[in-house]
């Protein structure tokens, strides 16, 4: 299968906007090409379009080619850019799996792209015949998203696979990778074409203010993409910053074994409240915790004394859920001593 075959007519056949960086590559002495002011601000010049600087730091830790990467600012670009390179408006599908990140469904609509709901399991796991039954001629992408938000839990790579022999791009949205040790689905790409993989530089990273998502796909899918994608998305500042983060990656490997360890002893303590129903096993850095009572009343009890949590009980499958974020020791133990204080006086 040819993942070509799912773009767009209209983008296959799109001559993209070349840039003044696009037009003359080399190093010069005098740049008179871009309009741009030539006083130095550290910020007149326009950001190198594709970025090798850091992809070339980004290829150093993830292995992948520079050509199989498309950064985004945000995953929710690169989603958007998914949208506009396979979906035609008001003629093609995708399918999503709730509970799950709410921004497939918000960038569908805004690109007018049918949405076809197929829930996940009781326990969350992915219900692989419900989707293939849901596949139509029209539908272009299947949204997977594993570590799964806001249930916490894996889509096994062999039922990835499973999907990516049906006609249609299915796109892995990996944002909790780095909280896992469970492998990344980007090994899947090189036999299997019309996988793509999503991740973010908002979680582990701890860089949610730079906007930075990756994109890791076939080659032939990122030149496509790379056509859709504005020439200057990724600032030169997100550009100077990450590379920073990158060239520091014992700094979020150290914090993201903080907030394992947090993960390894929360529920438990979680549990033993008598307000708290379950703790669902996560592979992320939140918790999805079920209460016995009214989830929207421990939401506000918890916001009075300015703990903020995610309320996702009107979700499908989350019936008195809250997703709890979890924080520094601080934090978690602050959030533990709220919680049983509104048990106490219930
Ligand atoms: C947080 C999150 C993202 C991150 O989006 P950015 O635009 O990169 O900040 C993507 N997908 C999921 C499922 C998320 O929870």
């Not at 910020?43 to 150093?60: H, T």
């Not at 990467?69 to 506009?84: A, K, P, Q, W």
Request: one cysteine or more; aromatic letters at 8%; charged letters at 20%.
């Amino acid at each position: 299968m040819n993942p070509i075959d799912f773009v767009r007519p209209s983008i296959r056949a799109l001559k993209p906007y070349s840039s003044a960086r696009d037009d003359f590559k080399g190093a010069a002495e005098v740049y008179l090409d871009a309009n741009e002011s030539p006083y130095n601000t550290g910020l007149n010049r326009y950001p190198d379009p594709w970025q090798k600087e850091l992809k070339k730091a980004i290829q150093n830790i993830k292995g992948v080619p520079q050509d199989m990467m498309l950064l985004g600012n945000g995953s929710d670009e690169v989603i958007d850019l998914l949208f506009r390179t396979f979906c035609e408006p008001g003629m093609d599908g995708c399918i999503v799996m709730p509970p799950t990140y709410g921004m497939y469904e918000v960038s569908a609509d805004i690109n007018q792209v049918a949405v076809q709901k197929v829930l996940l399991n009781e326990d969350f796991s992915l219900d692989i015949e419900a989707v293939k039954a849901a596949v139509t001629k029209n539908t272009k992408l299947v949204f997977v998203c594993s570590p799964n938000n806001p249930s916490g839990n894996l889509i096994p790579h062999d039922l990835v696979l499973e999907l990516s022999t049906l006609p249609c791009m299915v796109v892995v949205d990996e944002a909790y990778i780095d909280f896992t040790e469970a492998s990344s689905a980007i090994t899947l790409i090189s036999d299997h074409p019309n996988i793509v993989v999503l991740q973010t530089f908002s979680k582990a990273w701890g860089l949610a203010g730079v906007r930075l998502g990756v994109c890791y796909a076939h080659a032939d899918i990122v030149a496509i993409m790379n056509k859709v994608k504005p020439p200057y998305n990724i600032n030169l500042l997100t550009q100077q910053v990450s590379l920073r983060a990158i060239e520091n990656e014992q700094q979020m490997m150290a914090w993201v074994a903080a907030i394992k360890t947090q993960r390894d002893v929360l529920p438990s303590i979680l549990e033993a409240l008598p307000i708290v129903e379950k703790v669902f096993p996560s592979d992320a850095n939140f918790l999805l915790v079920k209460f016995n009572e009214d989830p929207k009343r421990i939401y506000e009890f918890l916001a009075s004394l300015g703990i903020v949590v995610r309320d996702r009980s009107s979700q499908p499958r989350c019936q008195g859920c809250l997703r709890i974020t979890i924080g520094t020791m601080e934090e978690n133990l602050k959030l533990v001593d709220m919680l049983q204080l509104y048990a106490a006086g219930n």
